[in-house]
Each structure stands twice: as C-alpha cells, then as structure tokens.
C-alpha cells in the first residue's frame, strides 16, 4: 500500500494518538524511503495493549499480534526510539536501521541497503 493507504488504513483502525509508533516498513514509508508497503506494523502501548485485549491472545510465530487485515503489533512503545513525524509516532530511521541489521532476514536487506544510503548521502550534503 502507498503511503495514503496505509494513512487511511491506519485512522480506520481509530487507535488513540501517542499510545503507538508506526515501526517497520511503514517508518520508511513516512521517511520517504519506500513507495509502498504490504502491511501496517505497530508498537502499542500497555494501555492499548490491555484496550485492545492483547494480552488474553497469544502471539503468532512472529511474536507479533494481528489486530486488524495487513496490521501486526507488538507490544511496548519502549522497544523503539521514535520521533514524531508528520503529526504520528515514527520509529526513527536509526531505530530501523539496527531492528533490520540485527534480525538479517532475505528481506531486509535492500532495506538497510537503503537507509544507509539514505544516511551516506545526507551527510554529504
């Protein structure tokens, strides 16, 4: 999904402001270092934790929680740095950069690969 999907995806869901962070590929989505992403990824507050009823569910292979079509969660805003960005919570680029080094999966490589660059340019301007 572009980036006004997922937008519009993510106020569909009506979760409160300031209790998550947009993580993930949806973080670069926001950055501006990706066109589209398939799927909306969350850290939630324990307040919208509890709200959402996350902790009576067990978490799936991942270690995440499904709580909406293409939308994962984990649990704990802590787990990341974010900034605000464009009136939400974004995990910021750095954040990304080492959550995406240290899992090393097939598909996160072109992501590091890109956000390095992304940094490799901008401290040259």
Do not use: C, W
Not at 38 to 59: C, N, W
């Amino acid at each position: 999904m572009k980036k006004r999907e997922f937008l519009a995806k993510l106020d569909s869901l009506k979760l409160p402001t300031y209790h998550y962070v947009i993580i993930a590929g949806g973080a670069m989505l926001m950055h501006g270092l990706r066109e589209e992403t398939a799927d909306i990824d969350l850290a939630v507050s324990e307040q919208l934790a509890d709200e959402l009823g996350i902790y009576r569910k067990k978490p799936n292979e991942k270690g995440t929680h499904v709580i909406d079509k293409d939308v994962e969660v984990i649990i704990g805003m802590n787990r990341v740095e974010y900034e605000e960005f464009e009136g939400h919570l974004v995990q910021t680029l750095p954040s990304v950069l080492r959550d995406k080094q240290r899992l090393n999966r097939p598909k996160d490589q072109k992501d590091v690969e890109t956000i390095i660059d992304y940094f490799t340019h901008q401290s040259r301007s």
